[in-house]
């Protein structure tokens, strides 16, 4: 699994947010389309909610791409 790690100057950022400022999502709604489908995971679960606060620590996965938040 490729690693990418993001850093983040505020609390949190939305789920579909990350997706696009990491580049695993081009648009807002691949970003969408992604987290629906059941394709993401945090923190090692499925989430489906779009718009889930990500905080520094949380690990979010989509394919072979894990984003570790700083």
Same mark, same amino acid.
């Given at each position: 699994?490729?690693?990418?790690?993001? %850093?983040?100057? #505020?609390?949190?950022?939305?789920?579909? %947010? /990350? /997706?696009?400022? %990491? $580049? /695993?999502?081009? #648009? !807002? $709604?691949?970003?969408?389309? /992604?987290?629906q489908n059941g394709e993401v995971t945090v923190? *090692?679960?499925?989430? #489906?909610?779009? !718009?889930?606060?990500?905080? %520094? *620590?949380?690990?979010?996965?989509?394919d072979e791409y894990e984003?570790?938040?700083?």
């Amino acid at each position: 699994m490729k690693q990418i790690e993001i %850093s983040i100057t #505020t609390e949190f950022i939305k789920l579909d %947010s /990350l /997706l696009k400022f %990491s $580049g /695993l999502a081009d #648009t !807002g $709604g691949i970003a969408k389309e /992604l987290v629906q489908n059941g394709e993401v995971t945090v923190n *090692g679960e499925v989430c #489906t909610m779009r !718009g889930k606060k990500i905080r %520094s *620590g949380d690990k979010v996965a989509v394919d072979e791409y894990e984003v570790i938040v700083l």
